[in-house]
């Protein structure tokens, strides 16, 4: 009747469009979560100096300090789906460009090993905070909370919540 070629290539089929629908399925589980925590941003003494470059000493820049509070409830959908959460707190101010956005904390937590809350207090920034062009003297910042949930299979959703926003001082440290 059939070859075993033939047999071969139809069982090779039938497997991949099993497991293409099972993808298929698991994908749109998490099409319509949509983790909306609460989240609370506090920032606490917030100062300016201005600082020599380690590279080039006859230049200076603003860098500016401060600690933030932060909790957040669950920020990534408990499905089988999804496999981390990218989390940053982001913060913008306006400068010497249009835009200008830097991460100032970030944490990857995954299902299995993570506490998908997020509590910190007193945080210190993980990553500096400066701008080159003296702009941050008498600047709003705002800082706010987003996230990227890592799934298995499907879209790659970017959420944001939990804003807060504050004014620089006007003198330097």
Known sequence: MHSALTRGNAIFSLGFTCVALATFLCAVTTVFEN???VVSVN?????????QQYHRW??????????????AGTCM???ANVVASCTTVRLRFTGS?????????DKIMRRD?????????DMKLKY???DDAHGLRGNNITL????NVVPVAGLLPRNSEGHVTIKLDDQYA
């Open 35 to 37: 983790p909306s925590p």
């Open 43 to 51: 920032i606490h003494n917030p100062f300016v100096r201005n600082q």
């Open 58 to 71: 006859s230049q200076r820049f603003d860098r500016a300090y401060f600690t933030f509070d932060l909790n």
């Open 77 to 79: 959908p408990v499905t």
């Open 97 to 105: 460009q249009a835009v200008n956005q830097i991460i100032v904390w």
């Open 113 to 121: 090993i993570d506490d998908p809350r997020i509590s910190l207090r």
């Open 128 to 130: 500096p905070f400066y």
């Open 144 to 147: 706010s909370l987003h996230w």
